[in-house]
């Protein structure tokens, strides 16, 4: 009983993941940035896809889809909050549902903010979840049909994951991502080190998606905003958890790198 998982770089920063049962050969992909990378890969293998599963209706997500579907015949699962935007969708998922990859079985989780009917795909057995544009490595996404108070539910379920969770993220944007957290957490000795392996893996032009939970825990600002040393970095101690983070999505939409 195994989920294995192939990353497939996308357009310029984009990732969509090859997810397989590993004794059923049921293949699935996570998001479809574009066609041809996923294509190329499942052909290398020697895999049909069996299912798309999509996080969000941003077209960096989205835009492979009308061609994986043509190659493969793959089936469609994506939120019913997006029924109207997602119209090709097979599958209209909803909180709590359960999907399976084979033997695999994956959560649907909301974690709305980033956009409204944003969802999350959570394998709990193979302690993995596949984020899309919300909790990301360093990050979380920009607010772009949400509130922040919305947002932060939303990595409030992620924290409530277990911490050996890996996530499983849209986007290679975690060197910038570090940058910003650095310039308002300077002296967190995980973050300088975290900081660190990941200029080296960038060097080396390699992922530094998944990452594990309880890492971003310890790294990650946005899932900091109610820890009281970090509140006191903005003078806010007094201010609640929406608030700082609030605060932090802010400065991080005006960081100049
Ligand atoms: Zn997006
Ligand atoms: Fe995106």
Redesign the pocket.
């Given at each position: 009983m195994a989920l294995s998982v192939i990353t497939v770089p996308c357009l310029s920063d984009n990732y969509a993941f090859i997810i397989r049962c590993t004794d059923t050969g049921i293949t699935a992909v996570v998001d479809a940035p574009e066609a041809s990378p996923i294509l190329t890969e499942l052909e290398k293998q020697q895999w049909g896809l069996d299912l798309i599963l999509i996080?969000?209706h941003?077209s960096?997500?989205i835009d492979g889809i009308d061609k994986l579907k043509d190659t493969t015949g793959a089936k469609i699962i994506g939120a019913k909050l997006d029924k109207h935007r997602l119209p090709f969708l097979n599958t209209a998922v909803v909180e709590g549902d359960t999907i399976s990859i084979g033997n695999s079985n994956a959560k649907v989780i909301n974690t709305s903010g980033?956009?409204m009917g944003?969802i999350s795909f959570y394998f709990n057995n193979d302690h993995k979840i596949f984020s899309?544009?919300s909790l990301m490595a360093l990050g979380c996404?920009?607010i772009?049909e949400g509130t922040p108070e919305i947002m932060w539910n939303t990595l409030k379920k992620f924290m409530a994951l277990p911490p050996k969770t890996m996530i499983y993220s849209?986007h290679e944007y975690t060197a910038n991502n570090a940058k910003f957290a650095l310039s308002i957490d300077p002296t967190n000795k995980r973050l300088v080190e975290r900081a660190q392996t990941i200029k080296t893996l960038r060097i080396k032009n390699k992922y530094t998606v998944p990452s594990m939970l309880e890492l971003e825990m310890a790294t990650n600002p946005f899932l900091r905003s109610s820890i009281p040393s970090f509140k006191e970095l903005f003078g806010m101690n007094g201010s609640s958890a929406v608030e700082v983070f609030t605060k932090v999505r802010i400065l991080k939409d005006n960081f100049k790198s």
């Open positions: 996080t969000h941003h960096d997500h980033h956009t944003h899309g544009d996404g920009r772009f849209g």
